[in-house]
């Protein structure tokens, strides 16, 4: 529902934090320094085919600027990014790219055929959260919507999608301009709905691997304050883990809460169940097998002296294999019965999973290739493996409708307040935070090189050694 933030996801807001730190003389610090005002204009811009190995990033395009800005200050919720495709749509189309809209609600996709090859998608996500935002760039979003609910909320790009969207926008650019340097069928899709994990499902329903040719390989950037502009986090296998969300009803026999023995009290049965569930993690899952069960929501009752006849839980759970996702499920289930039962409740709770994402996983072999091309191009230190994190994505849906599939972070951070955050023991502003600013020029001039330097290698055309 675009009404409201998932309270299942969370992309990104983890880890890479220690692992980092500040990347001063790099190729892409070296860039960040200087103004995107210097950069050329026009086809210029796209820049080689094959970037020098160890050359600087080019600075991002003013044109990219101006998207990024646009587009940051015009968010769209979820399921409702009608202007943020049409400006997708039309610059693809301006660069030749076929292009498709309205796939799986307002998705994208634009198709650039050059020749025998392997096939290469490239996805982006479209969305925006209901968040205020408080960075006070000039540029700040001021938008406020009715959400599906009739309820004015404020709009903002508070996960980066914006980024995103602008460095897809630049790499098409860089791979259009490039075509005479390799050859395949490169896939651009721009994703709804990722917020709220509908949008990849649906484009997939809509014919995404059918209507239009189903890829080789399919990566993706998401951007991380965390890690430092000018640099690539990537964790092979699983990255991001499953999500659901679990909405418990419990059923007790309300009355007056001074006469407790006539009642059967649900706020009882709900204290011991909260408190029960925490048990599956730390007595039933293997400890080297990751879960989460987090009750992150509680209601019931409406004053002081009365027992109320139900009280309702919603929990979320994090996983990664599938066989310990089944079984949290089912022990949450089986541990709200049990407690209910063993209050002598008047009927079993009613237990129901609302939603649901796979966990997130990049494929090994894809992703030691990606590291390998990006690390020639950017320096090993600039590429680097992180943990993985139970935040999640449905980017996953992409790798289980059978495409080796890689989802890698894109520094954010400026990284010298990325360093005086660490020396306070601090952290920047995270994803979704109200505050979350990143650090523009140079991430998106990473990610644009970052983009192009991995397709081309997917097509053959790998930049040369550094
Ligand atoms: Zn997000
Ligand atoms: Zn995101």
Known sequence: MPSRVCPVVLCFALAFGTVLVAAPGSAVAAASSGPAAAAPAGTAAAGPAHPAAGAAVPPVDPDLVALYIDLHSHPELSLHETATAAKLAERLRRLGFEVTTGVGGTGVVGVLRNGPGPTVALRTELDALPVEERTGLPYASTVKVKNDAGIEVPVMHACGHDVHMTVWAGTAARMAAARQSWHGTLVLLAQPAEEVVKGARAMLADGLFTRFPKPDFIIALHDSPRVPAGRIGFTPGFTLASSDSVDVVIHGRGGHGAAPQTTVDPVVIAARTVLALQTIVSREDDPLDPAVVTVGSIHGGTKHNIIPDEVKLQITVRTYSKEVRRHVLDAIARIARGEAAAAGAPRPPDVTVVEGVPATYNDPALSARLAAALRRRLGDDNVVEGRAEMASEDFSEFGLAGVP????????????????????????????????????????ATGVEAETVMLLDLFGAASPAR
């Open 405 to 444: 599939a890689a989802l890698f972070r894109l520094g954010a951070a400026d990284p010298e307040a990325l360093a005086r955050a660490h020396a306070a023991g601090e952290e920047l502003p995270s994803l979704h935070s109200s505050l979350f600013a990143p650090d523009r020029d140079p991430t998106l």
